[in-house]
């Protein structure tokens, strides 16, 4: 068995002396582990870090073997993505909600949208945005997508500003005036009628990770036994805390 793809880093673990266990989400082949010969040595080191994109080629005798990863580096952003704590932490928590999906099984806009992601992840705040919008593909990927297209209540595509915790659909500011104090708020860059060309605040992407949290825990998490990860609260108060400083001055 062989075949060639392209893979980001999720993950290494060690193996033996000098050989490392290599986790990737490639593009064709999903989520996929593999045995790099040499991996836990200093040549190999920095290339296998989290949110590298390498090439790699997998060779096994059967199928449903660990097999052996072979490897070349083609975007090595470990480097200079670690500056910067926002990024530890998200890369952590992204690798974290990719191990959600069946390994082995293909999910190429998941894989596109991650790598997109990483190829931009230098602003704080717009890496908030971005790894809400990958939470919510997340949920959908997994079978518990949000329908924030229309109005639960009244149909109406407009003006939606709310969510409901039950049912996962947006509701308009109209229709969701009553019970606003029960309903989940819904940002502006998650509504398909605004692209959040007039900016976003802290308080945004807060209620944004509140929206997705809530479904990723009930939906996904918890019938697993998990709960969030600490990456994941360690990377909203590294993105939220500058802005909130900013505001302040």
């Given at each position: 068995m062989e075949w060639t793809d392209e893979g980001i880093v999720l993950g290494v673990r060690r193996h033996g002396e000098s050989s490392?266990?290599?986790?990737?989400?490639?593009?064709?082949?999903?989520?996929?582990?593999?045995l790099v010969r040499g991996g836990a040595g200093s040549r190999m080191r920095p290339l296998l870090q989290p949110g590298n994109t390498v090439s790699a080629v997998w060779r096994a005798r059967l199928d449903e073997h660990l097999g052996y990863y072979a490897v070349e580096g083609t975007r090595l952003r470990a480097a200079t993505m670690f500056g910067s704590p926002h990024a530890v932490y998200g890369v952590t928590h992204m690798a974290s909600l990719v191990r959600l999906l069946p390994e082995r099984d293909p999910h190429e806009d998941i894989y596109?949208?991650?790598?997109?992601?990483?190829?931009?992840?230098?602003d704080a705040g717009m890496a908030g945005v971005q790894l809400v919008k990958f939470e919510l593909a997340m949920l959908t990927e997994l079978g518990f997508g949000l329908d924030l297209s229309s109005c639960a209540a009244s149909g109406a595509v407009n003006d939606l500003i709310y969510v409901s915790p039950k049912s996962g659909a947006a509701v308009s500011r109209q229709a969701g005036e009553p019970w606003r104090d029960r309903l989940l708020r819904l940002p502006p860059f998650l509504r398909e009628s605004d692209d959040g060309a007039n900016g976003w605040s802290g308080q945004d992407i807060e209620d944004g990770f509140r929206l997705t949290g809530l479904f990723l825990l009930?939906?996904?998490?918890?019938?697993?036994?998990?709960?969030?990860?600490?990456?994941?609260?360690?990377?909203?108060?590294?993105v939220i805390r500058p802005r909130v400083r900013a505001v302040a001055e």
């Open positions: 490392a266990i290599v986790e990737l989400l490639t593009r064709s082949h999903g989520r996929h582990l593999g596109e949208m991650l790598e997109a992601i990483l190829n931009d992840f230098d009930r939906n996904v998490l918890e019938p697993r036994g998990q709960g969030h990860s600490d990456a994941r609260d360690g990377f909203i108060a590294a």
